[in-house]
C-alpha cells in the first residue's frame, strides 16, 4: 500500500494509548494500525504549508520568504511573551494576532523527559503534551491572553526547565513527578499581573503513548539526506516515529516535506 503527501504534524485523539493519524490530501493514515508493519519512507520534494510552492522549508514548514512575511511564524509564536495585540500593536497582521492571542492561554508543567514549563492556547490542551511526548501535564495558570501566559513562563524558568530532552523522552529515561507539588511550589514566582488566573486544586493529567519498543540510542533521521529509509515501526510518542532500528523521525521537524510511505 503507497500514500503520498505533505507531511504536517500528525493529528492526535486522547485515548488509551494516544490514537495518531497522518492527513495527506487524498488519504487519511491511522498511524498506530503501522505498529510492526514495515515502512519505507521516500523523500519526494517540498511543499510550502504557506504558499505551496516547492522550494526548500527552512523553518516550522515554511520557505524562507514565507518565514519572514506570515504572521503564523512571527517571533511571538515562539516567545509569547513577545505578544502586543491585547495593546493593539501590530506585528505582521493585527487581525490574525487578535484572533490567536486574545483568548485563554494556559501555563502548564508537562513532565517528558523532566519537569518543563510551557505555554499553549486553552483549545489546545491535551493536545500539545502529547506532541511534546509529556507522560504527565498540570496547568498553572490560566489568562485570557498569550503576553499574559508568556510573562508567566519567562518568570518561572528561572525555576524550572523550558526544554525537553528529546533523547530522554523517546527512551523513556524518565520518571514520575509529584506536578501539584511544583505548582504549589511555583506559586510564589508568579507575576502579579497573572497571579488572580492561578489555578489551585487541579490535578495531573496523564498520556500512555503506542510504543512497543523504546530505542536504546536514538537516531535522528534525515530523509532530505538519506532520501529514502525502510524500517519497523515499534512506536509513536510525541510527534515521532519509532523505528525497530534505533532511528526515529519527527514528523513535525519534517513538514512541508512531500514524501511517499510504501507500507509492507
Not at 33 to 38: H, V
Not at 148 to 173: C, P, Q, S, Y
Not at 229 to 252: A, M, S
Request: glycine share 4%.
Amino acid at each position: 500500500m503507497t500514500y503520498q503527501g505533505v507531511l504536517t504534524k500528525m493529528t492526535t485523539e486522547f485515548t488509551e494509548p494516544i490514537q495518531y493519524y497522518l492527513i495527506f490530501e487524498n488519504d487519511f493514515i491511522h498511524i498506530n494500525q503501522l505498529l510492526d508493519k514495515t515502512i519505507q519512507l521516500e523523500f519526494v520534494g517540498y511543499q510550502c504549508l504557506s504558499c505551496g510552492l516547492n522550494k526548500p522549508i527552512y523553518r516550522q514548514g515554511f520557505c524562507k520568504s514565507c518565514f519572514f512575511d506570515i504572521p503564523q511564524a512571527a517571533d511571538w509564536i515562539i516567545k509569547p511573551e513577545l505578544s502586543k495585540a491585547h495593546l493593539n500593536q501590530e506585528e505582521r497582521d493585527l487581525e490574525y494576532e487578535k484572533r490567536v492571542q486574545l483568548q485563554p492561554h494556559i501555563v502548564y508543567l508537562a513532565n517528558s523527559s523532566n519537569v518543563k514549563v510551557g505555554v499553549t492556547r486553552k483549545s489546545q490542551v491535551p493536545t500539545r503534551w502529547i506532541d511534546q511526548g509529556a507522560h504527565e501535564a498540570i496547568e498553572i495558570v490560566e489568562v485570557p491572553n498569550r503576553y499574559l501566559a508568556g510573562i508567566t513562563e519567562v518568570a518561572l524558568k528561572d525555576f524550572v526547565a523550558d526544554k525537553t530532552n528529546w533523547r530522554n523522552m523517546l527512551k523513556n529515561d524518565i520518571q514520575d513527578e509529584n506536578l501539584v507539588e511544583w505548582r504549589n511550589r511555583l506559586e510564589v514566582h508568579i507575576p502579579e499581573e497573572a497571579k488572580p488566573y492561578y489555578i489551585a486544586n487541579n490535578t495531573e493529567t496523564n498520556m500512555v503513548f503506542p510504543v512497543h519498543h523504546y530505542p536504546i540510542k536514538p537516531k535522528s533521521l534525515n530523509i532530505i539526506k538519506s532520501e529514502t529509509y525502510v524500517g519497523k515501526l515499534v512506536g509513536i510518542k510525541g510527534q515521532y516515529l519509532i523505528f525497530e532500528d534505533d532511528t526515529v523521525f519527527n514528523i513535525r521537524s519534517n513538514e512541508g516535506l512531500v514524501v511517499r510511505l510504501n507500507i509492507a
